[in-house]
């Protein structure tokens, strides 16, 4: 990046956040940094303490996310960037309802409602870009995980939903980036027989070119791609990468 961005990350403790926020650190960038974990935001930190500031967040607390967003606005002025990493995920194949719920609690409710106050900003603003990890699960459903593939479909379509609002903007330069990864190497990828699993290092900084290019959609790996022609197409009888 050719200028100094003000990037805020929801769930940069671990995995996919926290790798983004370094890269972003290292091209000189301002980052406030979310997460449930002090210590691991803490940690986070000393990467780049000139450049990273923290702030302990639950995001299913939603009053206490947008105190947080608030303050981060406050403090940075402006903002360009927000992605969203927080989520959750587990297989549940005997339907236990408090597993469901935590999912979509999570990844729906939590989601949305970063979602939204990432876009009424930037539409105040005239200007930002949202980037969210959302999933190749988001194409199809799976009999062991019904309420996260189905949690990752409404980020989705809410996320498209934003992208045709950012028409409403005139000047044109509010964006929305949906990331779609694969089986990615961190405590999210599901099951024990792992297909295309992609290291971390590399969807890091794949998902990080997406967001400076400001891709509408990316899946990651880029191989993912091939794999997403076929989910949309082939029978549900048919499927067997998601088992």
């Known amino acids: 990046m ?49 450049q990273i500031v923290v702030f302990e967040n639950d995001v299913n607390q939603l009053e206490e996310t947008k105190q947080v967003f608030s303050k981060i606005v406050d ?26 719920h935590n999912t979509l609690q999570t990844n729906v409710i939590a989601a949305a409602h970063i979602y939204g106050l990432a876009f009424k900003l930037f539409r105040e603003q ?8 959302s999933s190749i699960a988001s194409l199809r459903g799976n009999r062991h995980a019904p309420a996260y593939f189905a949690s990752k479909a409404f980020q989705v379509n809410y996320l498209e939903s934003l992208y045709l609002k950012t028409k409403e903007i005139k000047t044109g330069k509010v ?3 949906d990331i779609r990864p694969g089986f990615v190497d961190t405590k999210m990828a599901l099951g024990n027989e792992i ?12 998902i990080y070119k997406a967001i400076r290019q400001k891709r509408r959609k990316v ?5 993912w791609a091939w794999i997403a022609l076929v989910l949309k197409i082939v029978p549900a009888s048919l499927i067997k990468i998601f088992k």
């Open 175 to 177: 964006y929305i980036t």
């Open 195 to 206: 297909f295309w699993l992609t290291p971390l290092p590399k969807a890091v900084r794949q």
């Open 219 to 223: 899946y990651v790996s880029h191989r």
């Open 75 to 100: 403090a940075f002025k402006t903002v360009d960037v927000v992605v969203h990493c927080s989520g959750i995920g587990d297989e549940n194949p005997a339907l236990n309802w408090q597993t469901e």
């Open 2 to 50: 050719n200028q100094t961005k003000n990037v805020v990350i929801f769930g940069a403790t671990s995995g996919i956040g926290r790798g983004l926020a370094l890269l972003f650190a290292k091209d000189g960038c301002r980052i406030a940094a979310t997460g449930r974990r002090m210590d691991l935001l803490e940690s986070l930190q000393k990467e780049a303490p000139k």
């Open 126 to 133: 005239q200007y930002g870009h949202l980037a969210a990890i």
